[in-house]
């Protein structure tokens, strides 16, 4: 508690819940990140230390989201202060559930995403030639998460400071605004529920393991190690594979998992095993209309909106029929694709001025590379997106008729759009704005995480910001320790961002800036109604600053002799001079 309640955690808090889309979302008091941001930076932190104290949440606004069944989601939105709490405790909670949880749990983690599931269940049918698969859908698991449990299993993990063990507690019984006080269940919508469902099904994975990849044996086994780190088990494997005992491997992404065997009978006594464990130790049902086994040799298994299939290709050195991976988009992701499109073909049809038509036309274009970047891991996601493309096209060619021609790419906007789809002959354009071609997909192979990658370690840091190579880590390290007094919160975060931002350079200069020469300057200063917007701020020399609002004619002109600016570095001086009301600089 002592490390949740600290001041640099709780304004890290405040710069992760800022980024996130859902700080704009009201809770019950109806206020969201926007009026928290002017709050000085000491207040705000003393008012969350006080909250911890003695810890009472807020009621928690209820939302139901359609889902693609027609049913309805249920979304649980605590208020902005609960948001902020929960994301303190979750920044310290996570690393140590990290370093317990298994290697193929994928959902809600860091650096981790659905990529790195489908490459393990791709590896395990085309590497590991585990064909029988066990598709388990639990019923409700979010609304079912005994709290009991979940406190007792946190505790397991080395999580028993009490005081935190009945903040949560209190968190899971939040009232529900116009339902009441939940017995059970983790409210999807908070911001450490996806990290308490993990805490839920880490035992899952571990069970699972346990029957096979963890089982001890008599003799001691010579494991190499593989270059990424791991132990290579093909030896223990091998021992194992003697025995009557069922070879069994899992994957999972959140509530979502399947269970690779061998042998169908070992698949049968599994599925049976694991729907009594998940009752009995987990108080978990399981959805017997959508769980069952799949021969993938047969038969697609549907995992997190692809289908996978083993496809026989040849035979191996011993004769045996070589069989690899085959995957498409599934159909009922098709169908909410094409549907998609042609809502945001049809926003496209309905405004003919160019400024609007710009605004669907970029929508469209940005719902197009989300998905070519989520599905184009399927080997066959060429062929899936041109069968989707040939309704697409035609309902381009109908709605928009004269306005959708072929562009001349000299005249083109869309930076982005013509680099990626430059070499595509069904780029068209609409008011000469770029309009993605939703056909042009190339496969790529999908990815297992690599394990230099890890926020919690000195070297993981080091890989995952290489693009902050030459930035002066000590210098922003003082800048969060040490915040500019009885300035918002807003700005000084804003002040962190942007040192990262430009990389420790002024943004006049360009050189890179000493600690005791940083200077935050506002655009439009606070006298003319500016405020502490990330755009109205800028990084820049000390100097710099003085000369930017400088007035008396002396002072300028050894300000200008002392930094010998260039004359693009002056016009830039001018600009923030005029955007201060202030006359440019001769």
Not at 273 to 297: A, F, P
Not at 324 to 330: A, D, G, P
Not at 504 to 509: E, R, S, W
Request: hydrophobic share 35%; glycine share 6%; with cysteine.
């Amino acid at each position: 508690m002592e490390i949740i309640s600290s001041e640099e955690n709780i304004g890290l808090a405040y710069r992760n819940i800022k980024v996130n889309k859902g700080s704009k979302t009201a809770g019950v008091d109806g206020k969201t990140i926007t009026d928290m941001k002017n709050w000085d930076r000491a207040r705000l932190i003393t008012s969350i230390q006080k909250s911890l104290e003695w810890y009472v949440p807020n009621k928690v606004r209820r939302v139901e989201i359609p889902k693609a069944d027609g049913k309805k989601r249920p979304l649980g939105i605590p208020t902005i202060r609960d948001r902020l709490i929960q994301q303190s405790i979750m920044q310290v909670l996570e690393p140590i559930c990290e370093g317990k949880f298994h290697e193929r749990s994928n959902g809600f983690r860091p650096n981790r995403s659905t990529e790195h599931a489908i490459a393990q269940a791709m590896t395990m049918i085309q590497q590991r030639n585990l064909y029988y698969v066990i598709d388990i859908d639990i019923k409700g698991f979010f609304d079912n998460v005994s709290h009991g449990k979940l406190l007792k299993q946190m505790w397991t993990l080395g999580i028993r400071d009490k005081k935190l063990i009945c903040i949560i507690s209190t968190m899971l019984k939040a009232e529900v605004a116009g339902i009441g006080f939940p017995e059970k269940g983790t409210p999807q919508g908070g911001i450490i529920s996806p990290l308490l469902s993990n805490i839920v099904l880490n035992e899952l994975d571990w069970w699972i393991t346990s029957q096979w990849e963890e089982m001890p044996t008599r003799h001691e086994y010579k494991c190499n190690i593989h270059s990424n780190g791991t132990a290579n088990k093909n030896p223990i494997y091998l021992a194992l594979r003697r025995t009557a005992l069922k070879e069994c491997y899992i994957v999972r992404y959140a509530d979502d998992f399947k269970i690779f065997c061998r042998k169908r009978s070992d698949a049968v006594k599994l599925f049976e095993e694991t729907k009594q464990w998940l009752k009995t130790r987990l108080g978990l049902d399981i959805n017997l209309e959508k769980s069952k086994i799949v021969n993938v040799k047969r038969n697609y298994s549907e995992y997190l909106g692809f289908k996978l299939k083993a496809k026989p290709k040849g035979k191996k050195q011993n004769g045996e029929t070589k069989y690899v991976v085959v995957s498409h988009i599934n159909e009922k992701v098709n169908r909410k694709i094409l549907m998609r499109a042609n809502g945001y073909i049809k926003d496209m049809f309905h405004h003919t001025d160019k400024e609007t038509a710009y605004r669907c036309i970029g929508q469209y274009n940005a719902f197009v590379l989300g998905i070519h970047e989520y599905y184009n891991i399927a080997t066959e996601v060429s062929k899936d997106f041109h069968k989707i493309s040939f309704h697409v096209n035609r309902t381009l060619k109908d709605k928009l008729k004269t306005r959708l021609k072929r562009p001349d790419l000299s005249k083109l906007k869309g930076k982005a759009i013509i680099e990626r789809y430059q070499q595509s002959r069904e780029l068209r354009s609409v008011f000469d704005m770029a309009v993605a071609p939703i056909a042009y997909v190339q496969h790529r192979n999908p990815m297992w995480k690599r394990t230099s990658i890890n926020k919690y370690t000195a070297e993981g840091r080091a890989s995952i910001h290489q693009n902050l190579r030459g930035l002066n880590m000590n210098i922003l390290l003082y800048l969060m320790r040490n915040p500019v007094p009885h300035r918002s919160v807003e700005y000084n975060d804003n002040r962190i961002s942007l040192y990262s931002g430009q990389l420790g350079k002024c943004a006049v200069t360009g050189k890179t800036l000493k600690r005791e020469e940083i200077h935050c300057h506002h655009k439009v200063p606070r006298y003319l109604k500016g405020d502490d917007s990330y755009g109205n701020l800028r990084i820049v020399h000390v100097d710099v600053h003085k000369l930017i609002h400088a007035q008396n004619a002396e002072l300028i002109q050894r300000l200008v002799k002392d930094l010998q600016l260039t004359n693009h570095q002056m016009k830039k001086v001018n600009a923030l001079r005029k955007a201060c009301g202030l006359n440019a600089i001769e």
